[in-house]
Every structure is written in C-alpha cells, then in structure tokens.
C-alpha cells in the first residue's frame, strides 16, 4: 500500500511539471548548431533570462539534444527551448517557422538565402549576428623546427598527401597526425578548412589528450581549439602570399588567421521582442565577456602592441610604427549594406571603447587594404574609399580618426582567387 502511495505522489509531481511548463505563458526556440546548444546558448541563456528577471530557474532535458530552462517573473513562466540538430536543419527550421532564432556555425549558402527570401535578407547585419570567433590551431613538438605551414601544406597533410617531415622543410621522419574523434564539434569545425581526414590519424575524445600525445611524440602534428592549453607546444603560423599569420588572440580576433570562423545567429525580419532581446543581449559586452569567460574568444574590442609579423611592407611598417593594434577589422556588405553583419556590431563596441576614460585621449589611425585588382592603381584607390566610408561613419559617431589611408594590395589574408572580398578591410589600430 506504501509503494503504492509513493508511485500515485511521484506521478502526480510529474505531470505537476509537465504542467507547469506546458502553461507558460511565454516561450523562445532556438535551433541549430550542436556546437553553440551545447554548453554556448544555455549559458547565455541562463545569464539572460537572470538579468531580465527571471527566477526559480530550471534546466530539463525532455529528449536527447533538447535543453529547456524554465523560469518565472511575476507569476508568469518563461520557457527557452534549445535544441542542437544542426546548423542546415536549424536554418530549414527558421524558415518554416518552426525556431525564432537559428544557431549556424558556418556561412549561408546562396541556396538557403533563396529559400529564406520571404523572412527577409538573412545575411544583412539586421537579421545576422555573430556571436562568437572560433579558431583551429595546428600543434607541433617543442623539438620540432617547424614553424610555419601553408594552409595547403596542413591540407596535404591531413589528406596523407604529405607522410614526412621533410617534404615541409623538416627533419626526415613520419608524421603522426593527432586529431579529435570524427563525432566531435572540434573535428566538425576541422573539416571546415579541411575536408580529407587521414585514415592513419590517432583520433582523440578531448584536445587535451590530443595536447598530450603531442608532447609526448616529437614526430607529432595536432590540431586542437584555439585556446586550449598547449602546455608549451608551440601553434605554427600560416604562411599566407609570404606573410606569416599566428595563431594567437589579436589575429584570430581580426580574423587575420586563416583557420577562423564565425558562429552566427541569424533571424527573421518579425522576431518576437524575447528573441530580439536575448540575441540583443549576447553580441552585448556583458554576453561577450560572459563568453570569455567560458573559454570563448570574446568580441569586445582589445588593444596589442605592435605586430609580432616579419617582412612588413615599408609603407604599412611606417604608418603604424609605435601603434597599437585593436582587434576590429572593418569588413564591408553587399548591395544590400555597407557593412558585413559583425562590423555593423564592431560599430557601437568601438564607440563603447573609445568613450573609456582611459581611450579618450587617444587617437585612431585606419589603415585600408584591399585584394588583387587590375592595377595598383586601382587598388590603391579602392582601399581609399573604404577607408574613408569608415573615418566618415565613425565621425557620425563622434570619434575622429587622426590617419585615414589606403595601402592597396598588402598583407593578404587569402590567396583564393574566388574569396578576395576577404582581403578588402580597414584596420583599426590606436596610438
């Protein structure tokens, strides 16, 4: 009768909450990339729904990939519904209504901005928000004198095109690929850059036993998160037209480092006010540092010293010696915007950076670079004009910059000869 009793009160506080969920009164969903739904967007969550008023908040799990968090302000419920299924499904669930926000860890395709025509332009910076800069840094051994790889030599590699260290300049001997486990958001975001997975690779649950192997095998390359701790490896740098990119804070944040890439959310036209809040909140400072804290590079503008790079052109190495360079690039649009969806963001964090006590007396210097062109000429002129567009929309905002120049074709962040928009940028550096 006793057992009896306890199985009729467990069953009744179940559907108790099953009920108090199925009553809210106010719901968001959030769909998309199993990266961000992991262990990204619940915190985010979580931090939001806090700051806003929420309380009594509860994490259930009602299926596999699905996070709900449920909380209540005034006698009212709140339930965020995040479900990690992938970045395409996450984009197809946005445009057949099924999400207010879609988590994406990649670009949009030309076909799924066609088929999302009548949510508006999902690319524009109203509706597109990056969230997030993740990064894949490519390891070797301390003993190793490697220190700089093409990304194309790194892709030979992983192919198993290129099997010894002497084919990149290195001392004879095999190379033993250390890489994350096929299942893993790391190897998902590996092959990204890198289609071709050798099938002679070790595989690793976890970069820090990737780190591991590493260290303990001088013959070793491995490819880890940017961030992780390295316990001394040295991350080679990525020869780019001659240029040398490192895999470290201020070029993965300018997105200078070829093995970068953006998370995004990206929305309809008529989001709900909750959706346009909480995305809001997360390309915020406070979500930004929110994220760092977590281990995620974070977006809010940062000042380094100089440039660690060698065999700079004269006429850049000139213009900014004795500077200081800020983590913001300013990319730009299509017909559609002037700007790309994170310099439309990169705006305001700059103005917020600017206006510190500490900054107000400083002085900006913009420094415009563009892709190959038809002449120098050309180039030089292009690189200009963008320049000038951001000085010009910066005044609107109050901050004046001291030198706006244009320098052409220089310091490339690709040699694809489909993707030189990327290299069309104003650098923003701080004396």
Known sequence: MRAQTHRIVFVFLLLSM?????????????????????????????????????????????????????????????????????????????????????????????????????????????????????????????????????????????????????????????????????????????????????????????????????????QSLGLVDFGTPTRGLPAVAIRIAGRDVPSDRLHVGTEDYPLTRRLYFRTGQMVTALGRGFVDYAVSEDGQRLLARRGYLSLVPAWFPGTTETALPPSYADLVKGANRLSVSFRFGDAFSVFDSRSAQELARLQAFMARPENRQRKLLLVGLTGKQSSPYQAITLSTERADLVAQTLAELGIHPAVVRGLGYARPVTESATAQAKNLRVEVWMR
């Open 18 to 218: 099953f009920a108090s969920v199925t009553q809210a009164q106010d719901s968001l969903r959030i769909r998309g990339s199993n990266v961000l739904g992991q262990g990204m967007v619940p915190a985010l969550v979580e931090s939001w729904m806090t700051r806003i008023g929420y309380g009594d908040l509860r994490h259930l799990r009602p299926s596999v990939g699905t996070h709900q968090i449920v909380g209540t302000r005034d006698g009212e419920t709140l339930v965020v519904d995040i479900v990690g299924n992938g970045s395409g499904p996450g984009f197809k669930n946005l445009v057949e209504g099924e999400t207010e926000i879609a988590m994406m860890a990649r670009e949009l395709t030309a076909q799924e901005i066609d088929d999302g025509w009548q949510l508006g332009r999902l690319d524009s910076p109203d509706q597109e928000y990056v969230i997030a800069l993740q990064a894949v840094s490519v390891l070797v051994h301390p003993k190793n004198p490697i220190r700089t790889l093409s990304k194309q030599q790194v892709a030979m590699i992983l192919a198993g095109r290129i099997r010894d260290w002497r084919e990149v300049g290195g001392a004879p001997g095999p190379i033993h690929l250390q890489l994350a486990d096929r299942n893993t958001g790391l190897a998902q975001m590996q092959s990204q850059f890198f289609p071709e997975d050798s099938a002679t690779a070790r595989h690793h649950r976890t970069a820090p036993s990737i780190v591991a192997s590493v260290l303990a095998d001088p």
